[in-house]
């Protein structure tokens, strides 16, 4: 799965992210303290930073298919690995969501990330993740 | 914003290629078609209001980090 996909470096977000569309770099922060967890983290001193994780893990089914504009946006053929995150947000009730609608997609090929903005899906963009 | 009257079939530019032309004219609605480049993304804006607002919400200082993956680590499962 997407833990043994190291990126390391800066990943290209041409577009940003929804919200933050001049944040153009971002870093994959990963570590076996932190699995299955990871951290996006906007370069610079204001940059965004999010827990994420792969939504795989959060749905075993989630479907990792991409369509051809995503496909360009990744500069990705299809065939090569890609890295799925989901971010994670917390409740004030102190559970957690992730935001299965709309993952972060990142093609360490190529060195750039996208965040999917699906026309229709049926995942949520709070979709709850379970406690223990 | 700026603003255009088009009839059917008409088109407006945007940049240096990006088209968008009215198909149809209905009572409530109009339907739109939208020429690009093959990465460029067109979205439905209420859609990007909608993930705008998640990261919004899910946005840290990375400060709060190291305690944020710990509460998860310690209170979420996953399929692994």
């Keep these: 799965m997407s833990d043994s996909l190291p990126v390391d470096g800066i990943v290209t977000f041409a577009e940003g992210l929804p919200g933050f569309e001049s944040q153009r770099a971002f870093v994959v922060v990963a570590s076996s303290e932190m699995a299955p967890f990871t951290i996006l983290r906007g370069v610079g001193a204001d940059g965004p930073s999010f827990v994420t994780i792969d939504p795989r893990l959060v749905d075993p089914a989630y479907p990792t298919t991409l369509d051809r504009v995503d496909l360009a946006r990744l500069k990705a053929a299809g065939d090569e690995p890609l890295l799925w995150l989901a971010i994670i947000a917390a409740r004030e009730d102190g559970s957690f969501t992730a935001n299965l609608r709309a993952p972060v997609v990142i093609n360490p090929g190529a060195m750039c990330g996208i965040q999917i903005v699906a026309v229709e899906s049926p995942y949520r963009v709070d979709h709850p993740l379970p406690m223990v | ?80």
Excluded: C, W
């Design chain 2, 1 to 80: 914003m700026l603003v255009f009257t088009r009839r059917v079939d008409e088109a407006i530019v945007i940049g240096d290629g990006i088209e968008v032309k009215v198909l149809r004219v209905g009572r409530d609605s109009v339907r739109i078609g939208v020429s690009a480049a093959p990465d460029v993304p067109v979205h439905r804006r209420e859609v990007y209001d909608q993930i705008r607002a998640a990261n919004a919400a899910a946005a840290a200082d990375p400060a709060e980090l190291p305690a944020l993956v710990a509460r998860l680590r310690a209170r979420v499962g996953t399929s692994e």
